[in-house]
């Protein structure tokens, strides 16, 4: 009997790892099936609960996110023959059998990227910006609403109700499973651009949990801004986030430790960075530049932060960063794109540049105006421009309140650390 309960738990993290993971992919492959997000959900929760039941008796599957794909289609199929509408949905059936019988399905129009084809479909315009941000990074992404909550600096029930919102919207506007064409496209591109962003944010470094870094939400962000870039060639800010997302991507197997401790920048051997990546980095980039010049635009905020992730790029040590460029590309990037998160990380380039003390007037204006009151790397950083300046009760204060902010445990034991 006892030799059963391993077995079990083995089975039941499987279940929960494959869940987190699987989830957006599972829920945006059974919306194209289906065409309603809210049934989708269900037919996956019910795969779950399938899981639940049998990979503890049967064993975990040799792919666990196949099994949860193929029972949730098996149940979407079940459910449409119960449908009233049966007929209309028979050419639908027809290439559900082709698809679970592994023959080629015809070729369809448009994006055929399920999680790109979702997230257009999660930014229609019937939705307000925040809405459709929320509800994306829910949906595509697999954020929990303290995740995107952080992302966006705001209430966790602000989101919630976000999230309701929107899909209350969807179901009464009756808004399609579909992808739009030509300039209804375009129109929704600066709502896509920020969700991959904020999909690959939350991958490169996680709001909470024990990782630091949540590796599949990083592949599935540089996947859909490879595709996004591939299907608008002539769109500079999709190749800009092209580049941001390939550049900063680069850095990732640097930023842990063989202790699964983390690295940060200025620690990193910057011999295990992806120099592939960081080659497609630089070519996105220059493509955007490119396209802007052509168009006589200024660069617009990926192309700013990609052009701040180049200059570590090219930068043989952390000593030769060329920080007078960095704190000049945040200046712009401040005064083109205000936030209190970019004037934090311009106060750390100011920091390099002219010294801790002009870094920590910066710093402590941002506390001053409170927008940035419960972000844990506000008190970080002061913590580090206080140390710098040797007031190290103040620093010791700072790391240990910015250690309570946050909740992922790896970044808490380094700013104990740090307070320590």
């Known amino acids: 009997m006892n030799s059963g309960r391993p077995e079990t738990e083995r089975a039941r993290r499987a279940v929960e790892a494959a869940w987190r993971i699987e989830w957006p992919k599972l829920v945006a492959g059974l919306t194209r099936i289906v065409g309603d997000i809210a049934t989708a959900e269900e037919l996956a929760q019910d795969a779950l609960v399938a899981a639940l039941e049998q990979w503890p008796r049967d064993g975990v599957p040799p792919n666990p996110g196949g099994w949860l794909m193929l029972t949730a289609k098996h149940r979407a199929v079940d459910r449409i023959r119960r449908d009233a509408n049966f007929a209309r949905k028979l050419e639908l059936l027809g290439r559900q059998a082709i698809i679970e019988q592994g023959e080629p399905a015809a070729p369809e129009p448009g994006i055929t990227d399920d999680l790109l084809r979702m997230i257009f479909t999660a930014c229609h315009p019937v939705l307000t910006p925040p809405a459709r941000a929320a509800l994306t990074l829910r949906m595509v992404g697999g954020l929990t609403t303290t995740e995107i909550a952080r992302a966006y600096l705001v209430p966790e029930s602000t989101v919630a109700q976000r999230i309701v919102r929107a899909k209350r919207t969807i179901a009464a506007k009756k808004v399609p499973y579909e992808v739009p064409e030509g300039a ?80 940060l920048l200025p620690d990193q051997d910057r011999s295990r960075w992806n120099r592939l990546y960081i080659q497609r980095g630089f070519a996105a980039l220059a493509r955007a530049h490119t396209l802007n010049r052509t168009r006589d635009r200024e660069a617009g905020r990926y192309a700013l932060q990609a052009a701040i992730a180049a200059v570590h790029a090219m930068a043989p040590t952390a000593e030769e960063t060329d920080w007078r460029r960095v704190a000049g590309l945040y200046a712009i990037l401040a005064q083109r794109f205000p ?79 740090r307070a320590r």
Do not use: M
């Open 184 to 263: 209804e496209l375009t129109a929704r591109l600066d709502s896509v651009l920020e969700v991959i962003y904020l999909i690959f944010n939350e991958g490169y470094t996680a709001t909470s949990g024990e990782r630091w870094v949540r590796a599949e939400l990083c592949e599935d962000a540089l996947r859909l801004a490879r595709i996004l870039a591939g299907l608008l060639p002539d769109e500079p800010e999709a190749h800009a986030l092209a580049a941001l997302i390939e550049l900063q991507a680069s850095r990732t197997s640097a930023r842990s430790a063989s202790d699964s401790g983390l690295v």
């Open 339 to 417: 936030s209190p998160v970019v004037e934090l990380n311009r106060a750390v380039a100011v920091a390099k540049v002219h010294g801790p003390a002009a870094g920590l007037e910066l710093v402590d204006a941002i506390a001053a105006a409170g927008a940035l009151e419960g972000y844990h790397l506000l008190y970080a950083v002061r913590g580090d421009l206080l140390a710098q300046l040797g007031r190290d009760p103040e620093a010791r204060a700072a790391f240990g309140r910015a250690a309570e902010l946050t909740a992922n445990e790896t970044e808490r034991e380094l700013l104990l650390g």
